[in-house]
Antibody, heavy 121, light 107 residues
Framework: QVQLVQSGAEVKKPGASVKVSCKAS????????MHWVRQAPGQGLEWMGI????????SYAQKFQGRVTMTRDTSTSTVYMELSSLRSEDTAVYYC??????????????WGQGTLVTVSS | DIQMTQSPSAMSASVGDRVTITCRAS??????LAWFQQKPGKVPKRLIY???SLQSGVPSRFSGSGSGTEFTLTISSLQPEDFATYYC?????????FGQGTKLEIK
């Protein structure tokens, strides 16, 4: 069965960086794009970007350009999302999400359990 | 970037009511629109894809419609388990964008 298991909660100081991992299993890792979505406390969902695990190509939301880096390790079927220059507004639950081969256009999607990142001095 | 304007942002309704939520895109997105339901502390659950196709396992009281710039999610007869927050997502182009959400509360 498809599983996405994310790394544990993090507490970071303003200005620091955080790297969240998402380990995939139960499917061919390189065949499906992976998205990252975040949700600040009491707020809505925010799409951050996408990575193609096959070649490593990425596309990021403009809001995060220059601060976010998404990478993958095909040997461990893991994708990573690193966010730098953290500020308090980055306090949120970060999710990895894997839609179907046709993206959100059909099939099933799978989500990690979420990783809470708290930015506080 | 394509902006998704969702309305209302919150609403209260009773069990058995018919409810409609709207999403408007700032430019045409064909039918590249999905609807998600999220309950507190849970991951989002996709209800509708391709604007009007029901995700497997989702009750038939949920339906979606629209194309281009205007989309609706309808719940034909609210059940207690439907009280949640609903989001639309456009995936016509990058960056994908969510609507701001509609919190559906019990009246």
């Amino acid at each position: 069965q498809v599983q996405l298991v994310q790394s544990g909660a993090e507490v970071k100081k303003p200005g620091a960086s955080v790297k969240v991992s998402c380990k995939a299993s139960g499917y061919t890792f390189t065949s499906y794009y992976m998205h990252w979505v975040r949700q600040a406390p009491g707020q809505g969902l925010e799409w951050m970007g996408i990575i193609n695990p096959s070649g490593g190509s990425t596309s990021y939301a403009q809001k995060f350009q220059g601060r976010v880096t998404m990478t993958r390790d095909t040997s461990t079927s893991t994708v990573y999302m690193e966010l730098s220059s953290l500020r308090s507004e980055d306090t949120a639950v970060y999710y990895c999400a894997r839609p179907s081969i046709s993206g959100w256009y059909g099939g099933s999607d799978y989500w990690g359990q979420g990783t809470l990142v708290t930015v506080s001095s | 970037d394509i902006q998704m304007t969702q309305s209302p942002s919150a609403m209260s309704a009773s069990v058995g009511d018919r409810v409609t939520i709207t999403c408007r895109a700032s430019q045409g997105i064909s039918n590249y629109l999905a609807w998600f339901q999220q309950k507190p502390g849970k991951v989002p659950k996709r209800l509708i894809y391709a604007s009007s196709s029901l995700q497997s396992g989702v009750p038939s009281r949920f339906s979606g419609s629209g194309s281009g710039t205007e989309f609706t999610l309808t719940i034909s007869s609210l059940q207690p388990e439907d009280f949640a927050t609903y989001y639309c997502l456009q995936h016509n182009s990058y960056p994908h964008t969510f609507g701001q959400g509609t919190k559906l509360e019990i009246k």
